[in-house]
Structure formats: C-alpha cells, structure tokens
C-alpha cells in the first residue's frame, strides 16, 4: 500500500479537517502564492501545505494515534494549532510540521537546481510513475464518490489542488534522482576503505552464534527443571551437544513451548557502546571463543547462547549485478509487464547481450529510480539482501559470470544479469558509508551553491486546521 493509501486510512481514523476558506485575504488561491523559489523552481502555499499534512498523516500511520500521543504528545483529534510541542516558546505542531516542510522544499530544491545544470531529468518512466499517482487519488476520489478536486481539499485542506500535488510530486521524483546519481557516481578507493576500518577494526568482526530459549513455565515447581536444562545447555561442550539437549527439552514433560528451534545467526559487532546488552558484550569479549556459551535469565524465559565461530572478517561472497524491474504502476497489468520485460530482454540478445546497450535499455525502462544512474548496476549484493526469487537464482552455485534471465516476484518482472563477484562482505558497510557521506557531502554543496529564496511574508498562507 503506497503513502496516499496509508494516508486515507489515517484520515478517516481522525476527526475531521476543518476546512480554510479557498482565498487568502490577498484575493490570491494557495496554489498562486510563492512561498520558496529558485532559479528554475516555485513552491507554492498549496505545495507546501500539500507535503505538511502529507508528512503529518504519514506519521500518523506508521505510529497509530495511540503512539503519537505517547512518543510526541500529539493528539489526532486535535488540531495541530491548538497543541504545543515547546509550550514555553509557543511552538505549536503545526509550526513544527510546517518548518520541516519548508526545510524539506528548500532542500528539494536545490538538488532540483544541481540536476537541472547536470541534464537530469524526469523521463517516460518517471512521467508514467507520477500520472499512476495522481490517477491513485482519482480512484480514491471516486471510490469515496467525490470529483478529484474534492478529494484533495477534503485530504489536505480546502485551496490544495490537483497541481499543487502533481508539481510537488514531480520536485521530489527529480530530487532522488539526482541524489541517487551523486550515489552512483560516488567511487571509493581502497585508501578511503582502509583508512575507514582503522578508525575502528573492532565494529567490523562479525561471529556466528546459535542461541535456543527456553520459555518458563507458570507452575513453579517446573522452573527448576527448565532452569536446570538451561545450565545443561551453557555447560555443552560442542555444537553437536548444544542441539541433541535442546532435542532432549523440546521432548521433555516440563517443556511449554515446543515450536521453539535452535536457531543460528551472524551478528557483527556494531551495536553502540550504549545499547550493547551483556549478549553484546559477551560475543565479542576477548574472552569469548569458538565453543564459549553464554545464560541469559529472564522474568519469562532463559536463552542460552553458543559462540560457533571465531570473532573474524565476514569474507562471504558477494556479487555485482544488473537489472531492469518492470512494476505495475508505470507497465500496467502482469502481461502487459512481463511482454514487456520480454520486449527488452529481447532488443538486448538482438545486441549480442552488449553490456553498453544494456545500461542504456535499463537508464530508459527501469522503474527502479535508483539504478537508473548506474545504468541497473548493483555492486556487493550479500546473500540474503534480495527477494527470495532473486537471491536463491542469484547464489545459485551453478550460476556463471554473465548468466541472465527474467524473474517474476512480488514486485514486477526483474531482468537479471549475473557480472562477476564484488568485495567480501566486511568492506560492504565501509563502501555504503563513505557513498553515504560523499552524497550528503553534495547535498550539502548544492544548498550552499544554489540560491533557494524562502518569501517570509507568504508563509503565513500555508493553511491548516
């Protein structure tokens, strides 16, 4: 479900907006009023109320009123004007939701002005993408029997129109696509690895572990049995043991929940000093080696914890990849996008599967916005980071360099090709945190570098309940 459904459902949980006249008293509409502009790009009152309440119900959803009212003191029944986040300076919600808003355009903006001068662009796709959302709100106009005109203003305030939506829209398509090519177009060099890893070796060792809970029971007179299987398990020798006494628990008398597994996992050490828990401390202890186990006793059950491995590197393998993804909202129904993906798969075997040709059909088809920079390139892809469709074809041990195929999931129709393999898996996390760093470094540059005006007279039109 996309942000306007959730939006909907918010909406119709939550009192009724109460509605602002359409007219400012400059005899102006919301959306004729400036309010952020910059050399290639206006900001409208409509806009910016648009994206305030598109942020405010969006908050709404992802955390329940009961949340919100818990976490931030908001209460949805309430007009934002009327309840205070800082009662001291007389900061209101509504202040508060509309200067994020505001900082948010402004930012939009200047990316907006970076890709403007870089040739970026919204191209077919991104068009296709943007009407299949205005025609969301259309349906969900008609479905609640009102024209789209009514819909908007009934979501978002009276005076926000179809346009207010479709531009703001079309700033921040254009705006993640430019932070997504900075994102693609950022290299990293082993120096910049290696001086990353210095700064701290210890967050990158990863340890296997298998871990089995033991749920206590409601009868007392059990728990000594549990705990005493609990002590069993700390005290076994191998990993063999570990999983034979879980075995003999799951089949015991005083067992409560046999669903439980023995479970194994990788964990790397990168949980903040302050949130580590003794678990955390205990698996990358310098005490702690392969075989060493740990009790952890809860009020409701106890886990006994099993060091499988060394604290090292993660080597794993991981692989570069390129694809195409086709969904429903820019191809249409799942014929329409799996003819499609054959379309093109077969415009790229008719090229002699050249890879050039290849970046350029995904720059052109791809609805993954942030690929179409890296011409459908994805370096350092781990086991387990894709769907499941994806993952078990992409480790396929059989799978040779520059294997490709379509694959249907939940998301569309995928062209996968297979390139070579990338990094082992510890320099992953280095890489992304130095694209990471490198993008807000741009960001940063373009809001210094792009002059974004905020008109403060014309602020006070943005409307609200």
């Given at each position: ?105 402004c930012n939009a903006l200047s ?51 179809e346009e207010d939506v479709k ?245 569309g129709y995928h062209i996968m ?49």
């Amino acid at each position: 479900m996309n942000k306007l459904k959730r939006t909907l459902a918010v909406l119709l949980a939550v009192a009724t907006l109460v509605m602002a006249l359409s007219l400012c008293s400059c005899g102006k509409k919301i959306s004729e009023i400036d309010v952020i502009t910059s050399e290639h790009y206006t900001v409208s009152a409509g806009m910016l109320t648009y994206l305030l309440y598109d942020s405010y119900y969006y908050y709404v959803n992802y955390f329940g009123s009961e949340l919100m009212k818990l976490y931030f003191g908001i209460d949805t029944a309430v007009s934002l004007k009327e309840q205070y986040s800082d009662e001291t300076k007389k900061t209101t919600w509504f202040d508060v939701f509309k200067q994020d808003a505001v900082d948010s355009f402004c930012n939009a903006l200047s990316l907006c002005e970076a890709a403007h001068k870089a040739g970026v662009t919204l191209n077919d796709v991104d068009k296709k993408y943007l009407e299949s959302e205005l025609g969301e709100i259309k349906s969900m106009a008609e479905e609640n029997k009102m024209t789209t005109a009514e819909y908007i203003e009934f979501i978002y305030t009276d005076g926000v129109t179809e346009e207010d939506v479709k531009k703001s829209l079309e700033i921040y398509r254009l705006a993640n696509k430019m932070r997504y090519k900075d994102y693609s177009d950022a290299t990293v060099s082993d120096t910049e690895i290696e001086n990353v890893f210095n700064k701290n070796k210890e967050q990158y060792l990863c340890r296997d572990v298998i871990y089995f809970e033991l749920v206590l029971s409601n009868e007392s007179e059990n728990n000594t049995g549990i705990k005493e299987y609990a002590e069993k398990l700390k005290n076994a020798k191998t990993e063999e043991e570990f999983k034979n006494l879980a075995a003999e628990f799951l089949a015991s008398d005083i067992c409560v929940d046999k669903k439980k597994t023995v479970t194994s996992e990788s964990f790397q050490n990168n949980v903040a000093e302050e949130e580590k828990t003794d678990v955390d401390e205990w698996m990358f202890a310098e005490g702690t080696v392969k075989g060493s186990t740990y009790l952890y006793e809860g009020n409701a059950s106890c886990v006994v914890y099993m060091a499988t491995s060394e604290a090292a590197l993660d080597v794993s393998v991981t692989k570069d990849i390129y694809t195409i993804l086709f969904t429903s909202d820019v191809y249409g129904s799942d014929e329409e996008m799996k003819a499609k993906a054959e379309a093109v798969y077969k415009e790229w075997e008719e090229s002699g599967k050249d890879m050039a040709k290849f970046r350029e059909l995904a720059a052109k088809y791809t609805t993954d916005t942030a690929s179409v920079y890296s011409g459908g390139l994805y370096e350092n892809v781990a086991e387990g980071d894709l769907i499941d469709e994806l993952n078990d074809w992409l480790f396929d041990a059989t799978l040779e360099n520059g294997a490709s195929t379509i694959i249907k999931t939940s998301f569309g129709y995928h062209i996968m090709v297979y390139s070579e393999e990338g990094e082992p898996a510890w320099k992953v996390p280095i890489i992304e945190e130095i694209k990471d760093t490198k993008t807000t470094d741009a960001v940063q540059y373009y809001a210094e570098t792009y002059k974004v005006t905020i008109i403060e007279g014309n602020i006070k039109y943005v409307k609200g309940e």
